[in-house]
Nanobody, 122 residues
Framework: QVQLAESGGGLVQAGGSLRLSCAAS????????MGWFRQGPGKEREFVAA????????YYANSVKGRFTISRDNAKNTVYLQMNSLKPEDTAVYYC???????????????WGQGTQVTVSS
């Protein structure tokens, strides 16, 4: 099984940056597609970014494209989300997830972290 633990959230001013990390358990991390999702107050969970097992392919929601970068270090069993030029609308709980394939569909992800809060002030 896989356990995921997000870290790196916090309170930042608009225009600032944060780097989220997601540490995974297990010895087969490189076989999982990884994704980041978020859920803002009063909103449904939404896709943010995805990365394939080897890190060769990435995909981003239009709302974060050009500002966020997903990456992974399979030797460290860790996936990252670098968030730049943050906006108040980025405020949400951010979740890391693992899937058997490279996918943007939340229901295709098998494992989820507990989430980390990101708050962006105006």
């Amino acid at each position: 099984q896989v356990q995921l633990a997000e870290s790196g959230g916090g309170l930042v001013q608009a225009g600032g940056s944060l780097r989220l990390s997601c540490a995974a358990s297990g010895r087969t991390f490189s076989t999982y597609g990884m994704g980041w999702f978020r859920q803002g107050p009063g909103k449904e969970r939404e896709f943010v970014a995805a990365i394939s097992g080897g890190g060769r392919n990435t995909y981003y929601a239009n709302s974060v494209k050009g500002r966020f970068t997903i990456s992974r270090d399979n030797a460290k069993n860790t996936v990252y989300l670098q968030m730049n030029s943050l906006k108040p609308e980025d405020t949400a709980v951010y979740y890391c997830a693992a899937a058997g394939t490279y996918t943007v569909t939340a229901t295709h992800y098998d494992y989820w972290g507990q989430g980390t809060q990101v708050t962006v002030s105006s």
